[in-house]
């Protein structure tokens, strides 16, 4: 038994000294450090959170090519792909943009039945893009409502019921292009429906908040998310493309 404790302790440092570190500091565009930025590696558990100094450090990051999101309140969210190799440390200096927020640019289509600019609404809406969903790498139409507002059950990968004003089943309405996607036959618990529906066939998804049941009646008590699908294209190229293992 005591042999074995002792070749674990031999083996474990070796394992451990096999890891890369990333370490860096976040300052903006005059040089001054940030405090409070968060650090995370785009769909892997690793964060970390910038000191007074605008230091911060993710310790034990296995060899390989990663996506970093930098994100704070007022500046620009920044990606940087990296790759890290083992034993490697590696040393950012990181210059947060400054952000503006447009107040008036988004249009919201389901909220009222007209296109309005979201600041002109009265009510709580929340607008996702096709480009939000793909740069979080969101891996289904529930967890893209996670990111934006939208608080999902979601027990396991097959699952994701929608929570709007404390409400889900039949009584938050879903609607995809205007056409209601879930009705009364539904369960009023959560259920995995929303998980259904390709992320990656979404042009945008809007979370309207309260206010749906004058518009689409009762089982929108919640709200109501409506997904907006990608239009079809024209192909550009002149001949006839057939996938493969496609039977002619």
């Known amino acids: 038994m005591r042999k074995i404790f002792l070749l674990l302790m031999i083996i474990v440092p070796v394992i451990s000294s096999a890891l890369g570190s990333i370490k860096g500091k976040i300052s903006n565009n005059e040089g001054a450090p940030i405090e409070g930025v968060s650090i995370q590696i785009l769909n892997f558990s690793f964060q970390a959170v910038s000191d007074k100094n605008g230091i911060f450090e993710l310790a034990e990051v296995p060899s390989g090519n990663?996506?970093?999101?930098?994100?704070?309140?007022?500046?620009?969210?920044?990606?940087?792909?990296?790759?890290?190799?083992?034993?490697?440390?590696?040393?950012?200096?990181?210059?947060?943009?400054?952000?503006?927020?447009n107040l008036n640019n988004e249009v919201v289509i389901s909220a009222s039945r007209i296109k309005e600019e979201q600041f002109d609404i009265?009510?709580?809406?929340?607008?996702?893009?096709a480009e939000d969903i793909e740069m979080e790498g969101s891996r289904t139409s529930a967890?893209?409502?996670?990111?934006?507002?939208?608080?999902?059950?979601?027990?396991?990968?097959?699952?994701?019921?929608?929570?709007?004003?404390?409400?889900?089943?039949?009584?938050?309405?879903?609607?995809?292009?205007?056409?209601?996607?879930?009705?009364?036959?539904?369960?009023?618990?959560?259920?995995?429906?929303?998980?259904?529906?390709?992320?990656?066939?979404?042009?945008?998804?809007?979370i309207v908040r309260g206010n749906g049941s004058t518009q689409y009646g009762s089982d929108a008590l919640g709200g109501t998310v409506q997904f907006f699908s990608k239009p079809p294209e024209f192909s550009k190229q002149k001949k006839n493309v057939v996938p493969p293992g496609s039977l002619l």
Do not use: C
Request: neutral net charge; hydrophobic residues 35%.
């Open 122 to 129: 009265s009510y709580s809406v929340n607008s996702i893009h």
């Open 66 to 101: 990663y996506t970093l999101v930098f994100k704070y309140l007022g500046y620009q969210t920044e990606y940087l792909k990296i790759t890290i190799s083992t034993n490697e440390n590696l040393n950012l200096q990181i210059n947060l943009k400054q952000g503006t927020i």
């Open 143 to 206: 967890e893209a409502l996670m990111q934006h507002g939208g608080w999902v059950q979601k027990t396991n990968h097959g699952g994701g019921s929608p929570f709007i004003r404390g409400l889900t089943g039949y009584h938050t309405l879903v609607i995809i292009d205007g056409v209601r996607f879930n009705n009364s036959i539904f369960r009023s618990g959560p259920n995995q429906y929303v998980n259904t529906i390709d992320p990656l066939s979404i042009a945008a998804i809007e």
